[in-house]
């Protein structure tokens, strides 16, 4: 099994950062990609951002330029670090693991942005 705790959302406002952190445990192999995803009220489930275990990454075209996803692998922990926040990026993000056999989700962590 794969676990995932997601940290680091709440209350900004416009312009301003957070970094959100994703721990994993349990079953990881050596191929993954791990990726933050958000949905906003009334809106569709959107890729924000995706590392895999190579480094390669890839973005939602509303982010780039403004969020960087980065993993260390020491500390099994992913991160996305977000700046430049847009009140269009209020949402609930979460964290997601894909490896042969897995596509996990966490519980997921409220990022509101105020105007």
């Known amino acids: 099994q794969v676990q995932l705790v997601e940290s680091g959302g709440g209350l900004v406002q416009a312009g301003g950062s957070l970094r959100l952190s994703c721990a994993y445990s349990g079953t990881i192999f050596s191929i993954n990609v791990i990726g933050w995803y958000r949905q906003a009220p009334g809106k569709q489930h959107e890729l924000v951002a995706a590392i895999a275990s190579s480094g390669s990454t890839n973005y939602g075209d509303s982010v780039k330029g403004r969020f960087t996803i980065s993993r260390d692998n020491a500390k099994n922990t992913v991160y996305l670090q977000m700046n430049s926040l847009k009140p269009e990026d209020t949402a609930v993000y979460y964290c997601?693991?894909?490896?042969?056999?897995?596509?996990?989700w966490g519980q997921g962590t409220q990022v509101t942005v105020s105007s």
């Open positions: 997601n693991v894909k490896q042969i056999g897995y596509d996990v």
